[in-house]
């Protein structure tokens, strides 16, 4: 009897052992490419092999269209749908995956987060340089096919250009809010700027992640102002100040979840010397990396119990 019953109690203890040991989930990863880029080219192919190698988990870039040229003339609203129904076919994504942001394509991916039904979970969202508050001047882009965005953008808010030049969808001239507002097709949804028109899903969705990881870069010549790659932006109304991301309203309103997300030591604001999306090796590493590596849980056997 004694020695049944001390066998009874060395299984169990083994049983908890054994069902209580920590599991590696290989959490995969995918990257969104910015304006007048694509997956194809040696930048993102390096980038993504890059964080492959190091976090040692799978990843791919996610091309929306041709690439190139619908990265500058597909509005964002379509991007981020076809960019939906992509990640919903990817069977190895179904039990959640992180995401890489690049510029542009970082409202992409906060549209993928935020509009797309029936989706697998995104876990960690890592943001390089993205203008999530808006842009109120874009720099010319030195490509064979960019020529006819001058000319679209010199009236931003016409319904012709938000059909047909991407960036016009992210653009807010601060002193022309009211047809910001009326007329922008995808910044004021996204950010749930619209009064009457909040969403609670969005909101839902975008405080889900486990970690939202914003990088700015402190030369950016690109984004104009560059704190909006942190939420920052210039108040209604007027071009000064800057304010930081925790003075704005979508911040102290809370109408995508950012501040709660903050609250709950989420967020993390990064700022690196470089130039738009110049990061070294070393401050990917920094950054990036950790953010894409495998998870710990207990094991199924264990959750099962």
């Not at 993504?48 to 619908?70: A, M, Q, R, W």
Request: aromatic letters at 10%; proline letters at 7%; glycine letters at 6%.
């Amino acid at each position: 009897m004694e020695k049944s019953l001390q066998r009874s109690v060395l299984l169990v203890t083994l049983s908890l052992f054994f069902f209580s040991i920590p599991v590696l989930l290989s959490v995969p990863f995918v990257v969104f490419h910015g304006i007048a880029g694509e997956c194809s080219n040696d930048e993102m192919t390096n980038l993504t092999k890059f964080l492959n190698n190091y976090s040692s988990s799978p990843g791919s870039c996610v091309e929306i269209g041709n690439g190139l040229v619908d990265s500058l003339y597909m509005p964002l609203t379509q991007q981020a749908s076809i960019a939906c129904e992509k990640i919903k076919q990817m069977p190895e994504l179904s039990d959640g995956y992180n995401i890489v942001g690049v510029s542009q394509g970082n409202l992409v991916a906060r549209g993928l987060i935020e509009f797309c039904d029936n989706a697998p979970p995104v876990f960690n969202y890592v943001s390089l340089g993205g203008p999530h508050a808006g842009l109120s001047y874009l720099p010319k882009f030195n490509c064979s096919v960019c020529e006819l965005l001058d000319i679209y953008l010199s009236d931003v808010y016409n319904n012709f250009v938000q059909d047909h030049a991407a960036p016009s969808g992210c653009f807010k001239i601060p002193t022309d809010i009211k047809n910001y507002l009326e007329h922008s097709k995808y910044l004021p949804k996204l950010n749930n700027e619209r009064p009457g028109e909040k969403n609670s899903t969005y909101k839902d969705r975008f405080t889900s992640l486990h970690n939202l990881v914003l990088i700015m870069f402190e030369k950016d010549n690109v984004l104009t102002p560059k704190e909006s790659s942190w939420f920052g932006y210039y108040p209604d109304g007027a071009y000064t100040p800057i304010l930081p991301p925790q003075k704005t309203k979508l911040y102290t309103k809370d109408w995508i979840g950012l501040k709660t997300l903050d609250d709950a030591g989420k967020v993390k604001f990064v700022s690196v010397p470089g130039g738009h999306i110049e990061i070294t090796k070393e401050e990917l590493v920094k950054y990036v990396v950790p953010y894409l590596q495998n998870e710990s849980t207990l094991s199924s056997e264990h959750e099962a119990m």
